[in-house]
């Protein structure tokens, strides 16, 4: 009985910390530079995550010179003025931290997880980073072999390896999201050191970066020494944006592909739909949760697939919301050759079930709720919680909407599911892939 009262005592904080939603309190401010700078302080995390976001990606790269932002991801760790070539991360893991790097349609982002009191540490990196990396023709080209693999294990010898690329290819403008993000081989092959020079003076300059320090940090202190590290970086040139993103035709468009490997037959379909920061992009997320989330009440789950069809596999449904486009991607397989329309009719069922009866309040109540223990999760978390204000900073042109989310989450009602449902989801709003395997 004693253990039972004192995991409630334990749990009870959380739950109403969870039901007030109550704001995060980070400090932001600029350099003179161009600079963004957001602070955290956490006094229960012992760690402190210093991370650069810069607002670049694959949609930012030039038709035939695709493959950089990606690129530029593996270089940045190759050494700079500094930090001797091959020595960046170790002098991380030196300090018990350890550092890493992602690569988006949008975004670039580099950070460090290093124990408090080693912030000084990561914020020195991350400025040697931006000031003066070491871009060798040798680096380049061990590089272009290095991703040359990664291409063909992640992509091109899987079946299916280029599925999403298929989707954004013909969804969207080839020079911006239509490409694949690790770029063409062929691109890379041709591109030279002025080229990657070229790219690092535009886009990894501190106007278009966004530094993050979050956790267990003495604000003041941390300030001098950004201030120290940074403030002499000298500004960019302002950067210049794609516009031209691609549009919906207005008719259904139907692909068929035949795969080499593939043992069952997959069909991709694919809505479009809005960018993160629209406000039905909250809705959209949780109409995936419903037909695809928890077995209690996934559509899919409990329509399609807990009757033991023999003819559907597999069938999920996922929401691909970037900064300027955004896709609602529902997924297939296939055990019975040839069936492909009947998976289709199946789920074009779940879908007019959105759109003409309401959810059930038990059933959005649950996914809502699932929500926000996610967000709540974000306050003990100081990795994550970087990663999302840095987003959202760089997305909605302001962090602190990110204190918003929740909100927006928990006040969607049942005729919002249907409303969004009929605005989207509709066959001249759909591009279909059907792909066969090979025989």
């Given at each position: ?43 229960n995390e012992p760690n402190v995550v210093v991370g ?37 991360e170790k002098t991380v893991m030196d300090a018990g ?184 992009s909250y809705v959209m997320n949780v109409i995936a ?151």
């Amino acid at each position: 009985m004693k253990k039972l009262i004192l995991f409630t005592l334990l749990i009870l904080p959380l739950v109403l910390f969870a039901k007030k939603n109550p704001m995060i309190e980070f400090e932001e401010y600029d350099l003179d530079n161009g600079l963004h700078v957001i602070l955290y302080h956490d006094v229960n995390e012992p760690n402190v995550v210093v991370g650069t976001k810069y607002h670049v990606g694959s949609k930012n790269e030039e038709a035939d010179r695709t493959g950089f932002a990606h690129f530029f991801e593996h270089l940045l760790f190759h050494g700079t003025k500094n930090i001797p070539q091959g020595e960046f991360e170790k002098t991380v893991m030196d300090a018990g931290g350890y550092c890493n790097a992602y690569t988006s349609y949008d975004v670039t982002y580099y950070y460090q997880l290093l124990p408090a009191h080693e912030y000084k540490l990561g914020l020195w990196v991350e400025s040697e980073r931006m000031l003066h990396p070491i871009i060798t023709e040798e680096g380049i080209n061990r590089e272009r072999e290095i991703v040359k693999e990664e291409k063909r294990m992640r992509y091109d010898n899987k079946p299916l390896g280029n599925a999403y690329y298929d989707m954004m290819g013909a969804m969207f403008a080839y020079e911006t999201y239509g490409h694949n993000m690790i770029g063409s081989m062929d691109d890379l092959d041709a591109s030279s050191l002025k080229d990657f020079d070229a790219f690092f003076k535009k886009f990894y300059v501190p106007n278009n970066a966004c530094l993050v320090v979050a956790g267990n940090i003495d604000i003041d202190e941390t300030k001098k020494w950004i201030d120290y590290y940074f403030s002499d970086i000298p500004k960019g040139k302002e950067v210049t944006r794609p516009k031209d993103f691609g549009a919906p035709t207005g008719k259904e468009k139907i692909i068929e592909k035949t795969e080499k490997g593939l043992k069952k037959t997959a069909v991709s379909l694919n809505y479009y739909a809005i960018p993160e920061t629209h406000e039905d992009s909250y809705v959209m997320n949780v109409i995936a949760t419903i037909l695809s989330g928890d077995n209690a009440y996934s559509y899919f789950e409990n329509e399609i697939l807990v009757k033991e069809d023999t003819i559907i596999n597999h069938v999920s449904a996922t929401t691909e919301l970037w900064e300027k486009v955004g896709a609602f991607r529902i997924k297939g397989r296939l055990d019975v050759e040839n069936h492909e329309q009947y998976l289709i009719s199946k789920v074009e069922e779940q879908l007019e079930r959105l759109k003409n009866k309401p959810v059930d309040e038990y059933i959005l109540e649950q996914v809502l709720n699932s929500y926000e223990i996610g967000y709540t999760d974000y306050y003990f978390h100081s990795e994550s919680l970087a990663d999302e204000i840095t987003r959202y900073y760089h997305f909605w042109g302001n962090a602190s909407e990110f204190n918003n989310a929740i909100n927006h989450y928990m006040s969607i009602k049942q005729e919002d599911i249907q409303r969004v449902a009929k605005k989207y989801f509709n066959k001249n709003n759909r591009v279909t892939i059907i792909y066969h395997p090979e025989k």
